[in-house]
């Protein structure tokens, strides 16, 4: 360690100031902080210590007063480290949150969907009357899910632009937060997409991935248009699975349930009561269908 008085003195030529060292650090002391450190281990210090710390407390003084940019995000905090005082830099309150919040951020797999999805938060979601039960709901699940990860999620029905895919992305950060990955994917634009994985057989990873995905997020299901195949072994599998395994499955479209049915009923070139049955079944089991309403708020 250097010098402590070569050390004050490189303090005080820098700050241009003409007192003595020591008594600029004795002020330092006097700082709240400080006090209260120096209160709350008055057992374990010493006058020996104190006066050899005395720099230290300086600097430390001269942190929280002027904070160097460079340490942004951490802020000073003393403690003793044997016979001295140090200084050690904890993150602050903010940075801890956002830090939390990038995190969470990288739980969400969004496939198909707009990025700014990932910063939906549940509390800035407006509670018309009209949304209440969704967002009851919604709150409902969170609190379950804490205690048990294999719940039914919700299929939230209503016109085009209500806010349902704002609401299930809120869902999802929350769930997020709570540190559990979430595929949040875009189903019209994912079934249209398929034929991209025939040429590297990346397809049946894919279809698992998504199935096993501790919460999946189907978006604005009905809009998509479906071959057989696209029905029944890529959609018809990935709920399969998640039913096999309770995985919690959320839905937004503009259908209702018992729209959805006559939807998946109609592929390109078939009509197949039996097998859309089958399909909403698995639908009906892993979630519960919640009207949302209100005015169209994309203009
Ligand atoms: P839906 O999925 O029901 O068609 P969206 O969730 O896409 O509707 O919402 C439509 C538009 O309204 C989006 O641009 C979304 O960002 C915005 N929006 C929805 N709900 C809110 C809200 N509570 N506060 C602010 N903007 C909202
Ligand atoms: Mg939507």
Redesign the pocket.
Known sequence: MEDISEVITRIIKKRKLSEDGKKIAKTAIKHPSVQAFLAQNKDKLNKEIVQASLPTIFNYVEQIEAPNPVMEGYTPKLFLNGKVIDITYVPTEAKLNSEAKMRAERRIELIDLPG?LRH?ELE???S?PE?DAALNEVAMFLASFKKNKHIKGLY?T????????????GLANAIARQGSRVVFLHVPSFIASLGSHFQDNSLSDEIDRIASAPVLVF??IGAETLSEWSRDDVLGVILQKRMDNVLPTFF?S?MTMDDLAEHFAETRNNVDEVKARRLMERVRFLSKEVF?GGK???N
């Open positions: 700014k939906v800035n979601v407006d018309t949304r939230l209503g016109d085009f632009g209500v806010g349902k895919t704002y609401i299930l992305a978006d604005d937004s503009n949302v169209n708020r994309r």
